[in-house]
């Protein structure tokens, strides 16, 4: 097998972690040196070319071999196994409506979120129970990892050059979770987005970091209202551009909300028609007028509330919005499909704590699930 990346001598171990330093080829963190041999056991178990192109990786717009990517992984400390998991990853974030351009330099701080569901999960230890958004799981921490690792090096995102996120947050250094089939009283989310139940998946999504809500003890209403009320805050990119966003439901309130009798489908109507804001509200939000600098001019229209622009008005709201009246209640998406559900964390105490992941808004980060493949030496 026929690898043409650098080779690059070190004097041990130590070194080679201190050179990936010098090099600028970790977030931060230590990584796994990517020797050869590593390398070549996980482009073996593929089965794949080393430099066969799986896209373009923007801001820097590097190529991403599959030589490129199994050392990302290798470095991530992911095992053969974990790359698929990956490469399903990869494929989906460089879909048109994922925008991964502006996911990687935007000021906001958005950042790849992967869910991954199906038999997989349990086939390779995913964490998609308690504590599935911290540590504790190689599979959840390395695939994640992987993924940042690739939009490090082969993409650019460095933050302060091209990555501008004024805070960023902790899934920049790995953001992976997985669905909680066993407490899952509903199909699958890669079932309710077209694939089979068979399918393994990795559904990605351009998200901030997530906002703990506690829904419940109470009856499904109140559970529904609270995760509702949690969508519709004023701080919220989503509340003034629109966007998708992800609540992911605990077991404990996902048997509530399903021996009521609420579906995906219906939770999504239900959060559509009660996540909205009050025009009011909207108008003292954000304004355009509290522009200050040059700078902040070069953009009004992508700056102001949606309550003061009426360019984003006409493209985001919906025309029986009557615009007089402060009371007019405004949704906070376009339809209720761009509300994204998923089962995971554990069934906890009865304060039923659910997590809201809020979109980066219309401009992309999109949710876009992708199958898993089988190696094709397997």
């Not at 080679?16 to 600028?24: D, F, L, P, Q, S």
């Not at 989906?92 to 925008?99: D, I, S």
């Not at 009011?280 to 355009?288: E, I, S, T, V």
Request: glycine share 10%; hydrophobic share 40%; charged share 20%.
């Amino acid at each position: 097998m026929r690898l043409v990346s650098e080779r690059v001598v070190a004097a041990d171990m130590d070194d080679a972690v201190e050179e990936a330093y010098r090099r600028g080829w970790t977030d931060g963190l230590p990584i796994v040196p990517p020797t050869e041999s590593k390398v070549s056991r996980v482009l073996e178990y593929l089965g794949r070319d080393p430099q066969e192109n799986l896209g373009i990786v923007p801001p820097k717009n590097g190529i991403a071999t599959m030589e490129k990517v199994a050392i990302n992984a290798v470095m991530a400390g992911c095992l053969p196994e974990h790359v698929p998991v990956v490469l399903a990853g990869l494929k989906a974030m460089l879909q048109p409506a994922f925008n991964l351009n502006g996911v990687q330099a935007t000021t906001h701080c958005v950042a790849p979120l992967a869910i991954v569901s199906g038999p997989i999960v349990q086939k390779l230890g995913f964490n998609a129970a308690d504590g599935c958004f911290g540590g504790g799981s190689r599979a959840n921490a390395t695939v994640g990892r992987a993924l940042r690792l690739i939009l490090w090096n082969i993409g650019g995102g460095y933050p302060g050059e091209i990555d501008k996120a004024t805070f960023g947050h902790p899934g920049k250094y790995t953001y992976c979770i997985a669905e909680n089939q066993k407490d899952n009283p509903w199909e699958p989310l890669h079932v309710e987005r077209g694939l089979n139940s068979e399918d393994s998946a990795v559904t990605m999504f351009g998200c901030e970091a997530p906002h703990s809500v506690m829904a419940g003890p109470g009856p499904a209403l109140a559970s529904l209202d609270t995760i509702a009320d949690s969508i519709a805050t004023l701080g919220s990119n989503s509340t003034h551009l629109g966007g998708e966003t992800l609540a992911c439901i605990g077991p404990r309130i996902a048997s509530v909300l399903a021996k009521a009798g609420f579906t995906r489908r219906t939770i999504k109507d239900y959060l559509y028609e009660n996540a909205r804001k009050p025009l009011g509200a909207l108008k003292r939000g954000p304004r355009a007028s509290d522009l200050e600098t040059e700078a902040d001019f070069r953009w009004p229209k992508r700056r102001a509330t949606l309550a003061l622009d009426p360019e984003m008005r006409r493209r985001l709201w919906p025309k029986w919005i009557d615009e007089q009246r402060d009371d007019a209640m405004v949704p906070i998406f376009e339809r209720s499909e761009d509300i994204h559900i998923a089962v995971a964390g554990g069934w906890g105490a009865t304060a039923g704590f659910c997590m809201v992941c809020p979109g980066w808004g219309h401009m992309g980060g999109m949710a876009h699930t992708q199958r898993i493949e089988a190696p094709q030496t397997r």
